[in-house]
């Protein structure tokens, strides 16, 4: 069987340039996981996830430093803690997606398409054929091949 055959085509998407309030309320009205981020070309330039919007919602966490010779040294990462910042400050989508996002081909394996969300960890995976948007997959969609159709 191939991803073709059980992603779902009429797929909602978002601009980078779509309030964040949008992009959840699409996301619930749904009852979505993911969102796919299209450019003017309908090229998939990053995705959106109740993950990344429920990150909002969590304090910035306060870096561990230690001291050497009377100077502070960070324990995380000066880049890590702008992106958790820029995250949690969102006010468009593109300040919360999760860019270059990992997409399949509608020509693939449900194997591949299984691996990838199992090893991953992904819920939902754009189907992109000539770089454009075709389609989406999301773990529902997988599960619905393991129930015999009446």
Do not use: W, Y
Request: aromatic residues 2%; proline residues 6%.
């Amino acid at each position: 069987m191939h991803v073709s055959e059980i992603m779902t085509k009429d797929v909602i998407s978002v601009k980078a340039d779509t309030k964040i309030t949008e992009a959840a309320a699409l996301l619930l009205q749904n009852h979505i996981n993911g969102l796919p981020v299209l450019d003017e070309e309908l090229k998939v330039i990053g995705i959106i996830c109740q993950s990344d919007l429920i990150s909002q919602q969590k304090q910035l966490p306060l870096p561990t430093v230690f001291t050497l010779f009377d100077g502070l040294i960070p324990l995380q990462s000066l880049h890590q803690m702008e992106k958790e910042i820029q995250k949690i400050s969102a006010t468009e989508v593109r300040h919360a997606m999760t860019p270059k996002p990992t997409c399949i081909a509608p020509d693939q394996d449900i194997e591949k398409l299984a691996d990838l969300m199992v090893n991953k960890n992904f819920h939902t995976i754009p189907v992109v054929s000539e770089e454009k948007l075709v389609g989406i997959v999301g773990k529902e969609d997988v599960l619905k091949t393991l129930v015999p159709k009446s």
